[in-house]
T-cell receptor, first 115, second 114 residues
């Protein structure tokens, strides 16, 4: 059983650029969530995808967007990067059955630095 | 608004003693609470959870206590071991949202002193 994998692990962008982060869900999982963890903070919910549709969104602007593919892998796209977007981006997968409890399986994260 | 609060950024405990990590929440809609553990350069890993219908859940050396009236939960680790040194995040969810949005605290860095 493979775990959640994310790529790239580290990247540096400049303000105004766009970035795409990728995530492969754990085998058998149908739901993927993305979290942003700024330095010294806990992870913050960006959005969740279930059956290729957004299923809940946190307090993030529209320039944060995502996709879930038929194989349940996912992408997080951030347009018009700002300095405050510098953070660790965590992907988490789970098997959603309508009565879930929040036990998510996280990847190691993609650390984004915006200069 | 910080709906889940961990007021102690760090905690040091002697090996073999009890570690107690605390967490407070403000949102009455939360009905499931979890603790995650994070090592450097790794993603958070699930440790233990508790439903709001219970006041205690135990799993080996780890016990979580929930006091709903005080909106407070705590994680007890006994006995503490050097491998327990990590950052611990308290998290909460509200099942009625139909998704698994977790609201995390800011974490407590636990250091176990050999």
């Amino acid at each position: 059983e493979t775990g959640v994998t994310q790529s790239p692990t580290h990247l540096i962008k400049t303000r105004g650029q766009q970035v795409t982060l990728r995530c492969s869900s754990q085998s058998g999982h149908n739901t993927v969530s993305w979290y942003q963890q700024a330095l010294g903070q806990g992870p913050q919910f960006i959005f969740q995808y279930y059956r290729e549709e957004e299923n809940g969104r946190g307090n993030f602007p529209p320039r944060f967007s995502g996709l879930q593919f038929p194989n349940y892998s996912s992408e997080l796209n951030v347009n018009a990067l700002e300095l405050d977007d510098s953070a660790l981006y965590l992907c988490a997968s789970s098997l959603f059955s309508g009565s879930n409890t929040g036990e998510l399986f996280f990847g190691e994260g993609s650390r984004l630095t915006v200069l | 608004d910080q709906q889940v609060k961990q007021n102690s950024p760090s905690l040091s405990v002697q090996e073999g003693r009890i570690s107690i990590l605390n967490c407070d929440y403000t949102n009455s809609m939360f009905d499931y609470f979890l603790w995650y553990k994070k090592y450097p350069a790794e993603g958070p890993t699930f440790l233990i959870s508790i439903s709001s219908i219970k006041d205690k859940n135990e799993d080996g050396r780890f016990t979580v206590f929930l006091n709903k009236s005080a909106k407070h939960l705590s994680l007890h680790i006994v006995p503490s071991q050097p491998g327990d040194s990590a950052v611990y995040f308290c998290a909460a969810s509200a099942l009625g949202f139909g998704n698994e949005k977790l609201t995390f605290g800011t974490g407590t860095r636990l250091t176990i002193i050999p």
